[in-house]
Nanobody, 125 residues
Framework: QFQLVESGGGLVQPGGSLRLSCEAR????????IGWFRQVPGKEPEAISC????????YYEDSVKGRFQISRDNAKNTAYLEMTNLKPEDTAVYYC??????????????????WGQGTQVTVSP
């Protein structure tokens, strides 16, 4: 069964950095766009970044633009989210998600068929 496995979360101080990984298993990774979402208790998941199958299209939410960088390595079936200059408001559970037919709006959650289990990122002194 096709699945995604996130890793790399943890506790960091403000201004610190983390690199999240999203490994795809059980299917051809190259056919899927990969999105990153984050969620805090009581709120809907927030789309923060997306990368297309060919790396041609890359998107960022304004709140993370310039601080986060998304990438993918199709040979390794893995996507990454490099996070720098982390802030307390970045604290959330981070999810990666795969979309076979994303369409025009990368922020629509229902366009992503497969989701990982999430990894906790906590930014605190």
């Amino acid at each position: 069964q096709f699945q995604l496995v996130e890793s790399g979360g943890g506790l960091v101080q403000p201004g610190g950095s983390l690199r999240l990984s999203c490994e795809a298993r059980g299917s051809s990774f190259v056919w899927y766009a990969i999105g990153w979402f984050r969620q805090v208790p009581g709120k809907e998941p927030e789309a923060i970044s997306c990368i297309s199958t060919s790396d041609r299209d890359i998107y960022y939410e304004d709140s993370v633009k310039g601080r986060f960088q998304i990438s993918r390595d199709n040979a390794k079936n893995t996507a990454y989210l490099e996070m720098t200059n982390l802030k307390p408001e970045d604290t959330a559970v981070y999810y990666c998600a795969a979309s076979f037919a994303l369409g025009s709006d990368w922020r629509i959650r229902t366009k992503y068929e497969t989701w990982g289990q999430g990894t906790q990122v906590t930014v605190s002194p």
